[in-house]
T-cell receptor, first 111, second 121 residues
Framework: KQEVTQIPAALSVPEGENLVLNCSFT??????LQWFRQDPGKGLTSLLL?????REQTSGRLNASLDKSSGRSTLYIAASQPGDSATYLC??????????FGKGTMLLVSP | SQTIHQWPATLVQPVGSPLSLECTVE??????LYWYRQAAGRGLQLLFY??????ISSEVPQNLSASRPQDRQFILSSKKLLLSDSGFYLC????????????????????FGSGTRLTVV
C-alpha cells in the first residue's frame, strides 16, 4: 500500500526566503506525482504535475523535482510571498484509481 | 476548457437526515470521477470512484453511497447522517483510464472542485 509522507508538517518563514517542501513515498511504481495548494476552506489547486519519466517541472517561482527510485519529491518556492501562505499537498498516482495524498505542509509566510 | 462544479459549498444537517451532494464536469467526456473526504488532521481519503455511468467503486465501508446517473454527474448520498460524517467533501475528475493503456492516464493529473463543508449536528 502506497504511503506518502510530507515534511515538515508546518513551516513559518519571513517574506523573501527560498524554501523547500519535502514529500516521500514508499512505492516507487508511480505514474505521476502532483503538487497541490489548498487555501483554508477551499478546494485543491493543482500547481505542478511530474510524470514518472521526468525529473522536474517548473512554473514561475515553483520548481518540483522527482527522484522516483528513492521515492522523493521536493517543491522549491523561490522568493516566498505572503500570498504563498497555504497548505501544500503532495499526491502520488500509482495507477488506475489510486491517488494517495500526504497530510500536507502548512506554510505561513510573514511580511 | 474543462470545469468542475460542486455544490452546495456549506451544509449543516441534523443527525439522521439524508444527504445529497452533487458534482458535475463540463468540457470533457467519459471522465473518471472521485469523491474524497478531508477530515481535520487526517488528510484526504478516497471514498468512491467511477469510471463510467452506473459504475461505482467504494474504497471504504461507510454510511455513504455514490451514484453516477449521467456521464459527467456524480452524486454523494446518505440516507441517515452520522456525526462522524462531518468533514470537507471534495469531488475530482481525471482523464479516463483504458484498461491496458494505463500509461495514457499517467499523462494527466486530477482536477478538484471547490468542496462542500458538511457539519452534522
Amino acid at each position: 500500500k502506497q504511503e506518502v509522507t510530507q515534511i515538515p508538517a508546518a513551516l513559518s518563514v519571513p517574506e523573501g526566503e527560498n524554501l523547500v517542501l519535502n514529500c516521500s513515498f514508499t512505492d516507487s511504481a508511480i505514474y505521476n506525482l502532483q503538487w497541490f495548494r489548498q487555501d483554508p476552506g477551499k478546494g485543491l489547486t493543482s500547481l505542478l504535475l511530474i510524470q514518472s519519466s521526468q525529473r522536474e517541472q517548473t512554473s514561475g517561482r515553483l520548481n518540483a523535482s522527482l527522484d522516483k527510485s528513492s521515492g522523493r519529491s521536493t517543491l522549491y518556492i523561490a522568493a516566498s510571498q505572503p500570498g504563498d501562505s497555504a497548505t501544500y499537498l503532495c499526491a502520488v498516482n500509482s495507477g488506475y484509481s489510486t491517488l494517495t495524498f500526504g497530510k500536507g505542509t502548512m506554510l505561513l509566510v510573514s511580511p | 476548457s474543462q470545469t468542475i462544479h460542486q455544490w452546495p459549498a456549506t451544509l449543516v444537517q441534523p443527525v439522521g437526515s439524508p444527504l445529497s451532494l452533487e458534482c458535475t464536469v463540463e468540457g470533457t467526456s467519459n471522465p473518471n470521477l472521485y469523491w474524497y473526504r478531508q477530515a481535520a488532521g487526517r488528510g484526504l481519503q478516497l471514498l468512491f470512484y467511477s469510471v463510467g455511468i452506473g459504475q461505482i467503486s467504494s474504497e471504504v465501508p461507510q454510511n455513504l453511497s455514490a451514484s453516477r446517473p449521467q456521464d459527467r454527474q456524480f452524486i454523494l448520498s446518505s440516507k441517515k447522517l452520522l456525526l462522524s460524517d462531518s468533514g470537507f467533501y471534495l469531488c475530482a475528475w481525471s482523464v479516463s483510464w483504458d484498461r491496458g493503456r494505463q500509461t495514457k492516464g499517467g499523462l494527466y493529473g486530477y482536477t478538484f472542485g471547490s468542496g462542500t463543508r458538511l457539519t452534522v449536528v
